[in-house]
């Protein structure tokens, strides 16, 4: 059985700002994640440190020589919901910059989930 694999809607508007290219090989990616669900690792994903989320994750891209990364989680209901993507090319500081962007928008989808089931 294949995860459903969601798009935040700061993400959504993100992804589609990208060139096809970059698109094409995030999608690549993310129809492997699908199939393999959370057993895919390395290269692929990784477990993110630093997050309020312990199933924070990343997809991990190279596209034109450069690393790119998606930031993502599992939820509750066994889908993954990509939340901030970006090139992480000369950016030390990528991670300290996204993580609290990531974990927001989760607390935020959770939140939504959550007023959904009462």
Do not use: C
């Not at 959504?12 to 199939?35: C, D, H, P, S």
């Not at 090139?87 to 007023?115: C, F, H, M, T, V």
Request: glycine share 6%.
């Amino acid at each position: 059985m294949e995860w459903n694999i969601i798009f935040d809607p700061d993400f959504r508007f993100w992804f589609y700002q990208q060139e096809q290219g970059l698109q094409n090989e995030i999608f690549a990616v993310l129809t492997v994640l699908m199939k393999l669900k959370p057993a895919l690792g390395r290269p692929r994903v990784d477990t993110i440190e630093g997050s309020s989320f312990k199933n924070m994750k990343e997809l991990r891209i190279q596209y034109k020589g450069e690393p790119w990364r998606v930031l993502f989680a599992f939820d509750p209901h066994r889908q993954a919901i990509l939340l901030v993507g970006g090139n992480k090319s000369g950016n030390k500081r990528w991670y300290k910059e996204n993580i609290p962007i990531a974990d927001q928008r989760y607390q935020k989808y959770l939140e939504k989930l959550k007023e959904e089931k009462s």
